[in-house]
């Protein structure tokens, strides 16, 4: 009775193959292999540019470790929205890996670059490149990079996001509902901002590529 085990043998080679070959552009343009992982395309673009009118975020270029955290922390409810709560937690975690990394290979669109010893142009510019101290509010470009183009793995770009989609996450931040980054560094930006000054801020950065992502 030795031979009948080798059959099952290459059942679960099959099995174990077919589970890390996931094809990131099928999980993207189709969805995943439950029905609740909707389509990324259909909301995120054809080319992961992302919906501004829509306030959809660009996927295109963000650094793949980032956008796990984002699902992972749409799966715990830390950050929580109820169109993509559901979604994150349909993808597994292989679709999550392939969908990413796929993405994350894509160009970023280009960014000005900006000159931070100019004087700034309006409050928007000026809380970008010189944060409000007297509140406690650092500079975004200190995070976020130079021309607000993203840093590393931790930072994401806000350059090249639609300000509808900025404006969202700051008022998400203010009002507890993305709760998600470690040491409550935004929380307390977004908590010290004015409306006005979050709409300002927000129309900065979008404005900051010339993908259109501002209109
Ligand atoms: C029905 C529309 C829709 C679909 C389909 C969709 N998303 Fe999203 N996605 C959104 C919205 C809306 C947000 C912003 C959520 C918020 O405000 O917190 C978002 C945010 C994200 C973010 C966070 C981006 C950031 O900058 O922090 C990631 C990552 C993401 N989606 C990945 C995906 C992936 C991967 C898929 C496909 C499996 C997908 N989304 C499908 C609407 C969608
Ligand atoms: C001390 C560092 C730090 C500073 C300064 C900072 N940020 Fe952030 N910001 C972060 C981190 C970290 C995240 C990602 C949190 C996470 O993991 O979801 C983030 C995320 C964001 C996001 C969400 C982007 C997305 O793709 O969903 C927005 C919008 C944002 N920051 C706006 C700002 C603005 C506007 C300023 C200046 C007023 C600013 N930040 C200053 C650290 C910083």
Redesign the pocket.
């Known amino acids: 009775m030795k031979a009948p085990l080798w059959p099952l043998a290459g059942l679960f080679l099959a099995v174990s193959v077919s589970a890390q070959t996931v094809d990131p552009m099928t ?2 343009d189709k ?2 292999a439950n029905p609740a ?4 395309a ?3 673009g054809a080319q992961g540019e992302g919906m501004a009118a829509a ?3 660009r ?1 295109a270029g ?1 650094s793949a470790e ?2 796990r955290k ?2 992972a922390d749409f799966r715990s409810g830390a ?1 929580a ?1 109820p ?2 709560q559901p ?2 937690a349909a ?1 597994s975690a292989n ?2 890996d392939a ?2 990394t796929m ?1 994350a290979s894509k160009p970023p669109p280009h960014v000005e670059r900006v000159d931070r010893t100019a004087l700034p142009d309006g409050p928007g510019e000026a809380l970008a490149l010189r944060g409000a101290w007297a509140r406690n509010i650092p500079e975004c470009v200190a995070c976020h990079g130079p021309s607000g183009q993203g840093v590393g793995d931790a930072f ?1 770009p806000l350059a090249g ?1 639609s300000a509808q ?1 900025l404006a ?2 700051l008022t ?1 931040w203010r009002q507890g509902s ?1 709760n998600n980054d470690p040491n409550d560094l935004m929380g307390h930006i977004a908590r010290s901002l004015t409306e006005e000054e979050i709409n300002a801020v927000s129309v900065y950065f979008a404005g900051l590529t010339d993908t259109g992502a501002a209109k």
């Open positions: 999980v993207y969805g995943g992982a909707v389509a990324c259909f909301c995120h306030g959809f975020p996927l963000l980032y956008m984002q699902l950050r929205n169109i993509m979604i994150a993808l679709e999550a969908v990413t993405l994401p996001q989609y969202s996450q998400a993305r």
